[in-house]
């Protein structure tokens, strides 16, 4: 696989406000791909905002999944030649997910639905995704998504990397009392699971709530390729090698000093963690 340049859009977000939002998506993207990514990401909710006050409330904003925003979206994305991914509220039946979208000039060639519901805006109001944790094969790698409280379970990304990402996708809406997770969460999981790993938050204020930024992109080794340490609207870039990615068997000293992140691993020791 080849490597590719990816992007992640720390922006601010207006609460139920699609067509705003998408707007300012659409010319991010423009941006984006003038700087040679092939894939944005974008945070959570992106596309209505996060702190409703009800499912009444929010309602009248989810879409289902091949609703008229992604549409648009993907649409962009043809005539950019791009990959992206969004957040948006997700109607099926009387349900409502907290979701993202993966999306190309195709249509819409994956989604995925928060498992961990904190008790905070929207989220108090959805249904927590049943799973399973699924990796998207592309023509850039193998991708996986969670969102935001996911990250704060470590065996969500675990299973992601087992499944075979190179790259997991966090979108994030963080508050100010997330401020540790947003600087430790990231480079750990990149560094446990040997993956790359990108949290992508958003700023501004939402009735009373700030969200921090903080975004970052963090290579195999939890080294970071890209931090936006602040709560301004700001795009990072990062690199992605897929083949590094892929290289679980770490040699540091030839039969001296050597790890593999998955073959040493002893789940017959670890029962406790699913009853």
């Known amino acids: 696989m080849e490597k590719f340049k990816v992007a992640g859009v720390q922006m601010d977000i207006q609460l139920g406000q699609v067509e705003a939002n998408l707007d300012r998506v659409i010319q991010f993207l423009q941006t984006t791909v003038e700087q040679g990514a092939s894939l944005t990401v974008f945070p959570e909710c992106t596309l209505t905002g996060y702190c409703f006050g009800s499912l009444e409330e929010a309602w009248p904003y989810a879409e289902a999944a091949e609703g008229p925003s992604l549409i648009r979206l993907a649409a962009a994305c043809r005539q950019l030649d791009t990959m992206v991914i969004v957040g948006f509220l997700e109607r099926e039946g009387d349900q409502l997910f907290n979701s993202l979208a993966l999306v190309d000039g195709q249509g819409v060639l994956g989604t995925y639905r928060k498992v961990h519901l904190p008790k905070l805006g929207i989220d108090r109001f959805t249904t927590p995704g049943a799973g399973p944790f699924e990796v998207i094969s592309t ?137």
């Open 139 to 275: 023509r850039l790698g193998r991708l996986g998504m969670n969102i935001c409280y996911d990250s704060s379970f470590p065996e969500a990304a675990r299973v992601l990397s087992l499944e075979g990402a190179d790259l997991i996708c966090l979108p994030t809406n963080w508050p100010p009392t997330s401020g540790l997770t947003a600087d430790v969460i990231p480079d750990a999981r990149a560094l446990e699971n040997h993956v790359y790993f990108m949290s992508v938050n958003r700023v501004g204020n939402e009735r009373g709530f700030d969200f921090i930024g903080k975004s970052k992109i963090c290579d195999p080794r939890g080294a970071v390729l890209a931090f936006a340490n602040h709560r301004r609207e700001e795009i990072l870039y990062g690199e992605v090698d897929p083949e590094f990615a892929r290289q679980k068997h770490l040699v540091n000293i030839p039969g001296e000093h050597e790890v593999h992140r998955f073959e040493d691993r002893r789940p017959d020791t670890y029962r406790k963690i699913v009853e």
